[in-house]
């Protein structure tokens, strides 16, 4: 099987060599190694051009994107499959091997997402993604377990609504799949969730398999784009509104994203509250109808609309001694809303 291993890379000095190592050390090779280095400010393309006899090296004209990195590594490779990886991640060595054994044992797959740890300060976590699921999800989803791998007899985009288990450093798909469905959009550029929507694209129509074992570790730092939680879960609503919005095929699944903005709408405004930012509170609650906000919801909010010293002060008792916090209430009348 021919998978071409595709690495977009933006002022990733600190980390490219380690995922160009992982990949070179495969045990089973990729046909090709291709980076896209997206005009890095960094000793990036230095670094890459070490490897000139294993790894191929391309340039954006100008900082695009990482979706714009990716399709140009996607046009230019040769291969019938792309696998991807970020330049700050890392695959296992039996990666390429258990996904080209995956495609060789099941006809006719276009899409395949792979199990998942977290890397920080170089320990890999013990709870894997797919650990994570939610309970029944892998039956809901239609799966079947086959030698090789997981294979979903079910359509699998709506799941990734309920709960999303895929990563772009885990996952590869067929080039003739991207003629099909497209490439990745740089209007997402910005995104925190920036590969769901190409992800979903995909899953609309594709035949779907999965890898249970954690074959990619995601590693977390300082410059990740998807450091903060609240402003990621911000993004979520975002793509969730543009794929409603954009996407025909997300029609079927309107109840479900509807549910889902909603869900993370509350979640954004406790955590908003619970980062005192109560501007940005302020801000997500008038999209929640009051017969959505409970009684904890309304008490946060008759705080966030407090003037910003005894706001916070009433924020720090609230989350601090609840005894207090009650008392507080009492004073401000909140327990009448």
Known sequence: ?????????????????DAIEAILAQSEPA???????????????????NYS??????????????????????RHAR?????????????????????????????GIEFVFCNFQRLQDKTLETVTKFDQAPQ????L????????????????????????????????????LVAERGEFNP????????????????????????????????????????????LTLLDEIRLL????????????YSDIIDREIRRRRITAVNGAFASRRHDLMRELLADIPRQDRSTSMRIKASIAWLPDRPGLFLNGMLQGTSGYARLAWRMMGAGRN
């Open 141 to 176: 989803a239609g799966r079947r377990v086959i030698p090789e791998g997981w294979v979903f007899d079910r359509n699998f985009a709506g799941q990734t609504f309920l709960w999303h288990p895929i990563f772009p450093s885990a996952i590869s798909f067929s080039k003739r």
């Open 241 to 252: 509104r543009w794929i409603r919005e954009n996407h025909p095929e997300a029609r079927q």
């Open 1 to 17: 099987m021919n998978i071409a291993a595709v690495i977009p890379c933006y002022n990733g000095a600190n980390f490219i060599a």
């Open 79 to 107: 291969a019938d499959w792309i696998a991807l990886c970020d330049h700050d991640d890392i695959w296992m060595p039996r990666y390429l091997a258990n996904l080209s054994r995956l495609l060789c044992g099941e006809p």
């Open 187 to 230: 209007a997402m550029r910005g995104f925190r969730p920036e590969d769901g929507e190409f992800v979903l694209r995909c899953l609309y129509r594709a035949k779907v398999a999965a890898i249970p074992e954690p074959l990619v570790a995601i590693r977390r730092h300082e410059a990740n784009s998807t450091g903060d939680d609240l």
């Open 53 to 74: 006899d294993r790894v191929i090296l391309l340039s954006t004209e100008q900082n695009s994107g990482v979706q714009v990195a990716r399709n140009i590594g996607i």
């Open 136 to 139: 029944g999800y892998w039956e």
């Open 31 to 49: 046909s090709e190694v291709i980076v896209v280095d997206d005009c890095s400010q960094d000793d990036s393309r230095d670094i890459v051009a």
